[in-house]
């Protein structure tokens, strides 16, 4: 067994164990539930440890730590793993976010081996879509994720939480058939049939231009559906505000970067021309989520709803740097992935902290909290600073990589999305005030400060917002050679925005 197979199938076995436990030892099932998660997030420390930035070929993409097996020959499917710039540093968030909120899940009380077992699986099938180099597998592991964010919000969620969960699962469900479409169609046309990501990439110069925007439509319903693009978002904050806390941060710090990714690596890696021909609407819709992500956001008074639409507004940028079609604007959105997993993820933590202790996420039922409650103040400050894009911490570096990479190819549109920045220092400093500052409210005079798991579950997304802030190459080393052979895959094409 591999590295990635470890990193895979690690909660895999932490869940099947968890099936033999009695549902009343709930401290021996929180144990293995975070056991499973830790183990294989080190073992993704070792697959980063093992890996080489420096062996990629400007002319080819060099996959590493690869396992390939003959899974279903009759059908040349394979059980193909391996990992990149592009999908490792996704593959490290995972399952360094997964152990994180498995930590604060501590503090679920209901039916805990049934939440545990759940977010294990759904673990698995994150970790997976990020591994897998066979579009069956990726497919497999993509559908995985699913039934367990279903039960998860529908379990454990807020007053609408079957509502919640069923639009989730109808919405992605959805995306997921025209997703199968296209993946029924890539096989087909390849010569000899194929699944392989990689051998596809080389096949698809022989498909026609209108083959390959009909296929790209199919696999961008799938994808922007996840990411969630306009006008695909209506799920989002209703999931996010219903869901639980550590549910909430797996959804937006993981789920959605499932769908960013899955537009590099399939929509623009295997179907160019139909990448190339949707450019100047996915550029527009890019826009969109940055500026309506924004308003919509500006006017929340719940906090968890308020984060939920920052969220669209963030994966614009990543959508923005994409359409750059180049090395700058790649690595841009990549490292906008990767901070808004951070950044996010414990945001939605910090409101969970307030939540369980107020049962409001009212942000004008507080007030002058910053002097009852300083260290949580002090860092969910921090975490606002830098989702508004603070210089010095880590948003500000990748916001700015997607605005540079996009300037050239996209002028007027990247200009206007400036504007996306100053509603968001809008809402976020709003909230900071009214939450933060001003005369305290007696009302929560009896509110304590943050505990011990609280802080060693969100403590380390602050470290990390600030080391990405003032030493961001330390993640673009790795990404940038697989980024800069990603911008130069197709030559000919895209001439236009370089």
């Not at 808004?340 to 409101?351: E, K, N, P, S, Y």
């Amino acid at each position: 067994m591999g590295i990635l197979s470890v990193v895979i199938f690690s909660p895999l076995i932490a869940a099947i164990a968890l099936l033999f436990l009695p549902k009343e030892k709930t401290s021996w099932i929180r144990g293995v539930g975070v056991a499973g998660t830790a183990v294989s997030c080190i073992a993704s420390v070792f697959a980063f440890l093992a890996f080489d930035p420096g062996t990629t070929q400007m002319t080819s993409l060099s996959i590493q730590l690869t396992e390939k097996l003959v899974w279903i020959p009759t059908f040349n499917i394979h059980y193909y793993l391996g990992v990149d710039g592009l999908s490792l540093p996704l593959v490290i968030l995972t399952t360094f976010l997964c152990l994180l909120a498995a930590i604060y899940s501590c503090g679920i009380e209901l039916r805990v081996k049934e939440f545990f077992f759940w977010y294990l699986i759904l673990e698995v099938g994150m970790v997976g879509v990020f591994c897998a180099l066979d579009l069956f597998l990726f497919y497999m592991f993509w559908e995985i994720t699913l039934v367990p964010m279903y039960f998860l919000i529908g379990v454990w969620g807020g007053p609408k939480k079957e509502y919640a969960a069923i639009k989730f699962f109808l919405f992605t469900l959805f995306g997921s058939v025209f997703m199968l479409l296209g993946i029924l169609a890539v096989y087909f046309a390849s010569e000899p049939n194929s699944f392989d990501m990689i051998e596809l990439m080389r096949y698809s110069g022989t498909w026609s231009r209108e083959f390959q925007i009909i296929v790209f439509l199919g696999f961008y319903l799938g994808f922007a559906i996840k990411v969630p693009a306009f006008p695909f978002h209506t799920w989002l904050p209703l999931a996010h505000v219903e869901a639980p806390t550590p549910v909430s941060v797996i959804l937006a710090a993981v789920l959605l970067k499932m769908g960013t990714y899955g537009l590099l690596r399939v929509s623009y890696g295997i179907l160019p021309l139909g990448f190339e021909w949707f450019l100047p609407a996915f550029v527009l819709i890019a826009f969109i989520n940055i500026v309506y992500g924004a308003l919509c956001a500006m006017a929340q008074t719940d906090m968890k709803k308020m984060v939920a639409y920052s969220s669209i507004n963030h994966m614009g940028y990543c959508m923005l740097g994409i359409a750059a079609v180049s090395a700058t604007g790649f690595n841009g959105a990549m490292l906008q992935m990767i901070n808004h997993g951070i950044i996010t993820g414990a945001l939605f933590m910090f409101v969970g902290v307030i939540y369980d202790r107020a049962h409001t996420r009212d942000i004008g039922a507080f007030g002058g909290l910053g002097a009852k409650l300083p260290v949580y103040a002090a860092l969910m400050s921090l975490a606002c600073f830098a989702s508004l894009g603070l210089p010095g911490l880590s948003g500000f570096v990748s916001e700015f990589l997607c605005f540079l990479g996009a300037f050239k190819a996209w002028k007027l549109y990247t200009i206007l999305s400036v504007s996306g920045l100053l509603v968001t220092a809008a809402f976020f400093l709003r909230m900071l005030q009214k939450v933060f500052l001003g005369p305290f409210n007696e009302k929560w005079a009896g509110l304590r400060d943050m505990n011990a798991r609280e802080l060693i579950s969100v403590v380390p997304l602050c470290v990390l917002m600030v080391l990405f802030g003032v030493w961001p190459s330390f993640l673009i080393d790795i990404m940038n050679p697989t980024m800069t052979v990603f911008a130069g895959m197709f030559p000919g094409l895209f001439q236009g925005l370089r």
